[in-house]
């Protein structure tokens, strides 16, 4: 990556890079402990309309009641039993207008009991109420989230927008091992359109992930264009999601490459420090498990240069068994500098769970096993 214009970094400070930055979705997200709770986290409701119908009692397909305007009138219960009683939602002009023009149109309406309180989960065209069908015959623990992600891939690029972006939130949010194996089901033309438009920059993370399953000259050019951008601006949009396609794409290499650029070279924004943080625990957690070892090199990188970031990797030596750096960690937990409460707690547990490791002489080694 090219580093030789450091000084432009400050170049794209603008109105128009702001408004982007609050739009897009961060790649990874770490929790308080700080471990990964999902490997995309969008600016939309976490609760899908999947989610919904899934928990409820009873789930309708309605239109307007044409003997009371602005009302409902059930046309069909796809789960559960309905009692026939007034609904009391409010149907919107807006959406008495849309109900009118398109008639194969109906609203997802589901309640959570007898007797409680129904709620509105926007409208569906006709595929959009087939899937609804399907889904009400699961139960809560019927599906895990990687295969709900499976059947709701085939969706992706739908020409029912909101069904797409059914679609959508339910993939991005499955096990980063799930979305490796969906790599044959959205089209190379389609995820380069989505990564080119502007108009939906939220979606870009998921199908940048999916663009890493390329073996091809000019995707892997791709990404490391991207990257190469974002190490010379500063950039942390979509860094997490290019990190780990970079990865996924080049091995090692791509690790190591990652490590110098951000670990080793002074100047990197704490935030710009965590992207990376996060695709490399992505991949050595759920995705390229073969690169353990140069990814705990790249872990060695960041202890000796940014030790207040060694809760953030506390977690992943401790599940991977790596106690090679019980000596740096303990260093870095007694002097404390520039550690809050959650990776003083997850260095301590990575240090207690090492010192257990040692008894039963599990060591890992630079090849990536175990002895």
Known sequence: MNTSRRDRR??????ALASLIYMIAAAFLLTATPAHACVLCMPYPKVTNADQVVGSGTAVFARENPARPFSYAVLETFKGRYDGSAI???????????????????????????GGAWRALGMAGREYQSVMRQVAQWD?????????????????????????????????????????????????????????????????????????????????????????????????????????ALIEMTGADGVTRLAEEYFVEPGRSHAEL????????????????????AIVEAYGRLLAHHPELAGNVA????????????????????????????????????????????????VFTRSGGLR
């Open 88 to 114: 009391p939602l409010f149907l919107d002009s807006t959406t008495a207008r849309a109900l009118q023009l398109y008639p194969a149109l109906q609203v997802i309406l589901v309640q959570n009991g007898p």
């Open 140 to 244: 809560k623990s019927s599906k895990t989230l990687a295969e709900r992600a499976v059947f709701f891939a085939t969706y992706l690029r739908h020409a029912d927008r909101r069904l797409a972006e059914l679609a959508f939130l339910e993939v991005a949010r499955a096990p980063y091992a799930t979305l490796r194996d969906l790599k044959t089901s959205v089209a190379r033309d389609d995820i380069y359109r989505i990564v080119n438009d502007l108009f939906h920059v939220e979606w870009h993370g998921l199908y940048i992930l999916m663009l890493g399953m390329s073996d091809r000259p000019d995707d892997i050019a791709f990404v490391r264009g991207k990257l190469k951008t974002a190490a010379e601006y500063g950039l942390t949009i979509n860094l997490g999601a290019y990190a780990t």
């Open 274 to 293: 965590l992207e990376i943080v996060k695709a490399l625990s992505v991949q050595g957690t759920g995705g390229a498990v073969e690169l353990r070892s």
């Open 315 to 362: 977690n992943d030596l401790s599940d991977w068994k790596v106690v090679r750096f019980v000596p740096r960690l303990r260093e870095i937990l007694n002097a404390g500098v520039g550690l809050d409460e959650a990776s003083r707690f997850a260095i301590a547990m990575y240090l207690s769970s090492a010192d257990e490791g040692r008894s039963s002489k599990a």
């Open 10 to 15: 400050t170049g794209l400070t603008s109105a």
